[in-house]
């Protein structure tokens, strides 16, 4: 099927939620179909986050600070590009769609950056890391925003919102499960294989993967019809979505509860190699125990989501993701099994902020249309725009755990070589890093989400009164 010719998204009805909201049911194939990239983009986020820092400070040879400071800062330069990628996405009009050429484009660049990353060679620079991270953050964006972009315009329905971002936060993490077999797999496939290879490995998965899934999405999913840019780009309009406390709050909370997981993440294989006292492949086991509760739990957060809203779902979650960890402190070390049963418990609610809160902006989107409509104020389209600040929020969100950790870790005087022996004062402070963090964190988040102004019965009236001009 041509790219050009692709027929108008199909829907069905949907059956009746909480709020008496009505709307359409995106079709299952559509769905999935739209939810691959986020496969492979996903992917990334493990060992960006856990595997590639270590892999760099310790077989590549770079300083623990400076691997600190190079994802940190490449980061930060990244993240002021996402709002100017999300202006021109939604300005973006073209034979093949709106959203289809920002996936196209930017799986050119995830497939450069991540070859660059995952190949490099002991020796590499700090420059040559730097430069092929933002690369690959580059292409990172370009996909996960139209993605996520496109998923809000798929419906308008409250309830089907929550279902849609459920399927792409499930196929988020069922990315990262599926790079968290792949070095086990790889030592019963290849016996005696190295760390390296390991990296190598997740690379060339990732690669295989990008093509694949943005072609299926391309090809097969129909965007529907845009609005047309009668206003042009808005400044005002881009000005009212940032001045927005609705955003503010929301913004906010997005970033604590990615700062939450990526702390986790980024001393999880340190935490239990070191202060828990397993071997590698057994902390890889536990990780995997995480991912997976997330993966299985998914569903009951998008059913609690449609019966008692998304607000108070995500106000659950992050007191969970918050507080779950403590229980890590009853545990004596040296039990594996009463880890993993502690960790897969705690990572029940790892898939339900990603999706809760893009569901919710989606939302308030339509809430900011209203708005503007009712004040007489142009408002220009700002999907692609309120997306970019939340992916912002997410990318700094993940990279200050890793640009603040591992400063940290070397300033209590961790050594992360692997058979480095670190005083039982240095573990007991890496104890404190990985555990009290969270809990602040979570609790924070939960208080923003308490008074989130918009519930099913108010989005139902907000549909309502957009419908009816």
Same mark, same amino acid.
């Given at each position: 099927?041509?790219?050009?010719?692709?027929? %108008?998204? %199909?829907?069905?009805?949907?059956?009746?939620?909480?709020?008496?909201?009505?709307?359409? %049911?995106? @079709?299952?194939?559509?769905?999935?179909?739209?939810? &691959?990239?986020?496969?492979?983009?996903?992917?990334?986020?493990?060992?960006?986050?856990?595997?590639?820092?270590?892999?760099?400070?310790?077989?590549? =040879?770079?300083?623990?600070?400076?691997?600190?400071?190079?994802?940190?800062?490449?980061?930060?330069?990244?993240?002021?590009?996402?709002?100017?990628?999300?202006?021109?996405?939604? @300005?973006?009009?073209?034979?093949?769609?709106?959203? %289809?050429?920002?996936?196209?484009?930017?799986?050119?660049?995830?497939?450069?950056?991540?070859?660059?990353?995952?190949?490099?060679?002991?020796?590499?620079?700090?420059?040559?890391?730097?430069?092929?991270?933002?690369?690959?953050?580059?292409?990172?964006?370009?996909?996960?925003?139209?993605?996520?972009?496109?998923?809000?315009?798929?419906?308008? /329905?409250? =309830?089907?919102?929550?279902?849609?971002? =459920?399927?792409?936060?499930?196929?988020?993490?069922?990315?990262?499960?599926?790079?968290?077999?792949?070095?086990?797999?790889?030592?019963?496939?290849?016996?005696?294989?190295?760390?390296?290879? &390991?990296?190598?490995?997740?690379?060339?998965?990732?690669?295989?993967?990008?093509?694949?899934?943005?072609?299926?999405?391309?090809?097969?999913?129909?965007?529907?019809?845009?609005?047309?840019?009668?206003?042009?780009?808005?400044?005002?309009?881009?000005?009212?979505?940032?001045?927005?406390?609705?955003?503010?709050?929301?913004?906010?909370?997005?970033?604590?509860?990615?700062?939450?997981?990526?702390?986790?993440?980024?001393?999880?294989?340190?935490?239990?190699?070191?202060?828990?006292?397993?071997?590698?492949?057994?902390?890889?086991?536990?990780?995997?125990?995480?991912?997976?509760?997330?993966?299985?739990?998914?569903?009951?957060?998008?059913?609690?989501?449609?019966?008692?809203?998304?607000?108070?779902?995500?106000?659950?979650?992050?007191?969970?993701?918050?507080?779950?960890?403590?229980?890590?402190?009853?545990?004596?070390?040296?039990?594996?099994?009463?880890?993993?049963?502690?960790?897969?418990?705690?990572?029940?609610?790892?898939?339900?902020?990603?999706?809760?809160?893009?569901?919710?902006?989606?939302?308030?989107? /339509?809430?900011?249309?209203?708005?503007?409509?009712?004040?007489?104020?142009?408002?220009?389209?700002?999907?692609?725009?309120?997306?970019?600040?939340?992916?912002?929020?997410?990318?700094?969100?993940?990279?200050?755990?890793?640009?603040?950790?591992?400063?940290?870790?070397?300033?209590?005087?961790?050594?992360?070589?692997?058979?480095?022996?670190?005083?039982?004062?240095?573990?007991?402070?890496?104890?404190?890093?990985?555990?009290?963090?969270?809990?602040?964190?979570?609790?924070?988040?939960?208080?923003?989400?308490?008074?989130?102004?918009?519930?099913?019965?108010?989005?139902?009236?907000?549909?309502?009164?957009?419908?009816?001009?």
């Amino acid at each position: 099927m041509a790219l050009a010719s692709a027929p %108008r998204f %199909r829907q069905e009805a949907a059956p009746e939620v909480r709020g008496e909201d009505t709307g359409l %049911r995106v @079709r299952l194939k559509h769905l999935l179909a739209w939810c &691959g990239p986020g496969i492979p983009v996903a992917a990334l986020g493990v060992p960006l986050v856990i595997y590639l820092p270590p892999h760099y400070a310790g077989t590549l =040879g770079l300083p623990l600070t400076t691997v600190g400071l190079i994802f940190a800062i490449v980061r930060m330069v990244d993240i002021p590009f996402d709002p100017l990628l999300g202006a021109l996405m939604d @300005r973006t009009r073209s034979r093949i769609g709106q959203f %289809r050429p920002w996936l196209l484009g930017g799986a050119l660049l995830l497939s450069l950056g991540t070859w660059l990353m995952f190949m490099a060679e002991p020796g590499v620079g700090a420059i040559r890391t730097a430069v092929a991270l933002f690369i690959l953050y580059l292409g990172y964006s370009s996909i996960q925003l139209a993605q996520v972009s496109w998923g809000a315009w798929l419906s308008a /329905d409250y =309830g089907e919102r929550a279902r849609i971002f =459920g399927f792409w936060t499930a196929s988020n993490v069922l990315g990262n499960l599926s790079v968290l077999f792949i070095p086990p797999l790889l030592l019963v496939l290849l016996p005696g294989s190295t760390a390296t290879q &390991g990296i190598h490995a997740i690379g060339w998965f990732i690669l295989a993967l990008i093509p694949i899934t943005i072609a299926i999405a391309v090809s097969t999913v129909p965007e529907g019809e845009a609005p047309a840019p009668t206003h042009g780009f808005s400044a005002r309009a881009a000005l009212a979505v940032l001045s927005d406390g609705r955003m503010k709050r929301l913004l906010l909370a997005d970033l604590l509860l990615s700062i939450l997981p990526g702390i986790t993440g980024a001393l999880f294989l340190f935490y239990f190699t070191r202060a828990r006292g397993y071997p590698l492949e057994t902390a890889s086991q536990i990780l995997l125990c995480y991912f997976v509760a997330g993966l299985v739990a998914a569903p009951l957060w998008i059913k609690l989501a449609q019966r008692k809203g998304k607000h108070r779902a995500g106000l659950l979650a992050a007191l969970w993701l918050g507080i779950a960890p403590l229980s890590l402190l009853l545990i004596a070390p040296g039990n594996p099994l009463a880890d993993a049963i502690a960790i897969a418990i705690g990572g029940l609610p790892y898939a339900a902020p990603p999706f809760l809160l893009r569901a919710m902006l989606a939302d308030l989107n /339509d809430a900011q249309q209203l708005d503007a409509r009712e004040s007489g104020t142009p408002a220009g389209e700002t999907t692609g725009l309120s997306f970019a600040l939340l992916t912002a929020t997410q990318k700094l969100g993940y990279a200050i755990p890793v640009g603040l950790t591992y400063p940290l870790l070397s300033l209590i005087g961790f050594d992360p070589l692997p058979d480095a022996a670190n005083s039982p004062q240095t573990l007991a402070n890496l104890q404190l890093l990985f555990l009290a963090p969270p809990v602040i964190l979570g609790l924070a988040a939960a208080a923003l989400l308490a008074r989130w102004p918009i519930s099913a019965d108010r989005h139902a009236e907000i549909r309502a009164r957009l419908t009816n001009g």
